[in-house]
């Protein structure tokens, strides 16, 4: 078939769904986004080049394969989930190809797995199977529930591999890096002992199947990562519970599945790890695809301990007794590669606290309250990496890499002897175990340490790197740090080089009405291969809806005497709130002076995020307006993303302040100083078009279907008196916009 061909059956398809489904209507944007994701990913080329026997892959190594990827904006209420799984799932079941499709919410995963997946599978004639996969870490290893219960193997005195102590196990990510190991109270040792027993009882008898996010409380990390799953300790198909492993169980459901739905933080990690179908032969959708250049930074981003590398010598420890009963004659240079590299970073360590001490102490040991004290940070000017720090950095990253192929040829020995000798499989795997709950900080370490040491071309983009010292107790830590600066480069690099087919989706990527912002953070700027389409809302956001900027006398600048003002309006405007109501604030503090502004006639209805769990809110919310009662929730942020109240359930949503966030984090201090250095300008550059995804979100509470009435107060007189205020408004919905004095009554709207 041509992909002109597959694009209109795969559009076929969709209208074949929409014509069977009870309750549907046909929707002009949503057929319109059907249709450009059904041309894009037709027109993609899928499969491994042809290779000299001729066999396999459908592309010819002389033709590059086509690649095709469309950036969607789809506005509330176009149906967008609908529109991109009715043609790609088509497409796929007719490319004998895989539909990968990744979200950066679990509510929107759950909505997908539980709810609009199993609806199109019933009405699209092929048949399809899905699967929601999730990371290695979310599911037990029994092996280690074993080691923690002390019913696995001992490797006891005598025997070819010592025995180490249990408590290495119990607490192994608390004492992570400690020399010596602090001693623990006995109840707080039994108390742990008798977690792991109840778990692995819940697992035996099958009350639980090993999934983190099925247990009623899921435990601490600490907890929870000395029995989780991990690709450094597993042996796989050589560990003797890999017949009954829940996490290759689960793998097993991906692998007959047409549609596998995952988060970014998951697709991003998979890349190039085979956990995941290869993305050359798969449709690729993003969905919420405006988080994924944060969640890129936070991936490729890297750290390591300079203070606490006890773990170096343990590891080594370890990794002489196995490699000496395997004879690897790399063996020999693990002490050496051990001790230099603890040397070099301790070496680090001293001179850090030479250039950067004054100004870390100072933080970490300021007055209780202060704001910094108990972490600090101090982060290299434009990534330039003191001469005096490349030395015994360069050592790091030398004797590290020495440390780590010597550790990867004992790896490969063992699961050799464990192949060749499978009744020694369960004590071998313990051994495997134990070296790869070190390894990965050995990897860190590597990779740290060679980011740091990245320099910049002149006119390249440099690295971000910074020193934290954080306190815990009387005990202090210096970590180093590095991330790549721009989401973009990196992005670029590492997901779109692999990807053929892709749509990109969210019903805020635009800012400020343009696409560029999103293209370029997203690696996608100037790439041929991308397209980009608007489709608005099918609502009727002049008629349906109202803003109202509220402008105070007080510059926001001064805080006091403009928050004083905001929350006097605020209560005010509250009293007229008949139904449901959302109130969003951009600091905890401003929340604070609202709720103390309350007056006793309005403090039983709001609903604080602050004081009980989102969903007991919500469903208190959502009784209280079913009962004819007003209500209004109070909250931050995360409030203003991915909350669904249509009709009553929110009629107005007030604004305490534009939802600017400066660049403070060092990655976007970092891009800040770096654009400034080039002559550009990173307020209008970074700040405005990320604020305007923010506000845009946040103003998108206020409408969510076609018999919505509402209203957004908004009481920062910057959207109205500012050059960039009508950049923010650019990208907001069209609604019939009023101003009104702070004073003023709330009628005079
Ligand atoms: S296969 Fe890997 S994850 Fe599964 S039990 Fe064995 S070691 Fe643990």
Redesign the pocket.
């Known amino acids: 078939m041509s992909s002109l061909e597959w694009a209109a059956s795969a559009l076929q398809a969709f209208d074949g769904v929409v014509q069977a489904s009870t309750g549907f209507r046909s929707r002009v944007g949503q057929r319109h986004m059907a249709e450009r994701v059904a041309t894009t990913l037709a027109a993609a080329t899928l499969g491994k080049p042809r290779n000299d026997e001729g066999d396999d892959g459908g592309n010819d190594p002389a033709d590059p394969p086509t690649r095709a990827i469309a950036v969607i904006q789809a506005g509330t209420g176009v149906g967008k989930s609908l529109a991109y799984c009715a043609p790609a799932i088509a497409l796929a079941l007719a490319r004998n190809a895989r539909v990968v499709i990744s979200t950066a919410t679990v509510a929107l995963q759950e909505q997908l797995v539980h709810k609009d997946l199993p609806a199109l599978a019933k009405l699209l004639p092929q048949s399809f199977r899905f699967a929601l996969a999730k990371g ?1 870490g979310r ?6 529930l074993e080691r923690l219960t002390g019913t696995a193997p001992e490797l006891g005195q005598g025997d070819e591999f010592e025995a180490e102590d249990p408590e290495d196990d119990l607490f192994a990510d608390q004492d992570a890096g400690l020399s010596v190991r602090p001693v623990r109270p006995a109840h707080e040792v039994a108390a742990r002992l008798q977690f792991y027993s109840g778990i692995a009882e819940a697992l035996a008898s099958g009350a639980w199947d090993g999934d983190r996010d099925a247990l009623d409380t899921p435990p601490a990390a600490e907890v929870w990562l000395p029995m989780a ?2 690709a450094a ?5 050589h ?4 017949n ?5 169980e689960r793998r097993k459901t991906l692998v007959g599945a047409q549609v596998i739905v995952v988060n970014h933080d998951l697709l991003l990690a998979s890349l190039g790890n085979r956990q995941l179908p290869e993305l050359d032969n798969s449709l690729l959708i993003l969905d919420e695809a405006h988080h994924l250049p944060a969640i890129a930074l936070a991936q490729f981003g890297c750290r390591m301990d300079l203070g606490r590398h006890g773990w170096a010598e343990q590891l080594a420890r370890r990794a002489v007794r196995v490699g000496v009963r395997f004879e690897v004659t790399e063996v020999a240079d693990i002490p050496t590669h051990a001790a230099q590299m603890r040397q070099a970073l301790q070496e680090t360590e001293r001179l850090v606290m030479d250039l950067y001490g004054y100004a870390l102490r100072a933080a970490v040991d300021g007055p209780a309250g202060a704001p910094g004290r108990g972490a600090a940070r101090a982060r290299l000017p434009l990534g330039e990496l003191p001469e005096v720090l490349q030395g015994p950095l360069g050592r790091v990253a030398h004797h590290a890499s020495g440390f780590l192929d010597a550790l990867r040829v004992i790896a490969a020995a063992l699961r050799a002897e464990m192949r060749d000798q499978p009744a020694m499989a369960r004590k071998l ?1 313990t051994v ?2 134990q070296l790869g709950a070190l390894a990965p900080r050995l990897e860190q370490t590597l990779d740290t340490a060679q980011l740091l040491l990245r320099d910049a071309a002149p006119d390249a983009v440099p690295t971000a790197k910074w020193f934290t010292l954080e306190a815990h107790g009387d005990q202090a830590t210096l970590q180093a740090h590095a991330s790549p600066l721009l989401p973009g480069a990196t992005l670029r690099h590492q997901l779109w080089s692999k990807v053929r087919g892709a749509v990109l989706t969210s019903a805020t990527l635009t800012s400020c009405g343009r696409f560029d912002f999103f293209l370029r953070e997203s690696g996608l700027h100037g790439d041929d291969a991308a397209t980009t389409l608007e489709v608005p809302s099918p609502f009727d956001y002049a008629t349906q809806g109202r803003l109202i900027a509220v402008e105070t006398r007080a510059e926001v600048r001064d805080t006091a005497g403009y928050v004083a003002e905001m929350v006097q309006a605020l209560v005010r405007d509250l009293a007229d709130v008949r139904h449901g109501a959302l109130v969003l604030f951009t600091s905890r503090d401003q929340l604070r002076q609202a709720v103390e502004a309350l007056p006793p006639a309005l403090k039983p209805v709001v609903l604080l995020q602050t004081a009980m769990p989102r969903t007991q809110l919500l469903a208190t919310h959502r009784h209280r307006v079913a009962e004819g009662l007003p209500s209004v929730i109070f909250g931050m942020q995360s409030f203003g993303e991915g909350l669904d109240l249509p009709g009553k359930l929110c009629e107005s949503v007030f604004i305490a302040k534009l939802p600017f966030a400066p660049p403070d984090d060092p990655v976007g201090e970092a891009r800040a100083e770096w654009l400034r250095t080039i002559g550009r300008d990173p307020f209008s550059e970074l700040v405005v078009p990320a604020t305007a995804i923010r506000l845009a979100q946040w103003v998108g509470r206020a409408i969510r279907s076609e018999d919505d009435r509402a209203s957004v107060y908004c009481y920062d007189k910057r959207l109205v008196r500012t050059s960039y205020g009508q950049r923010l408004l650019n990208g907001l919905p069209p609604f019939a916009l009023t101003t009104r004095r702070a004073g003023a009554l709330a009628a005079h709207a």
């Open positions: 290695r599911y037990v290893c029994q092996q280690k799953a991990d300790s597993c042996t796989g198909k560990c003797p519970s890999f009954q492993c829940v996490y290759y795997s495997y175990a």
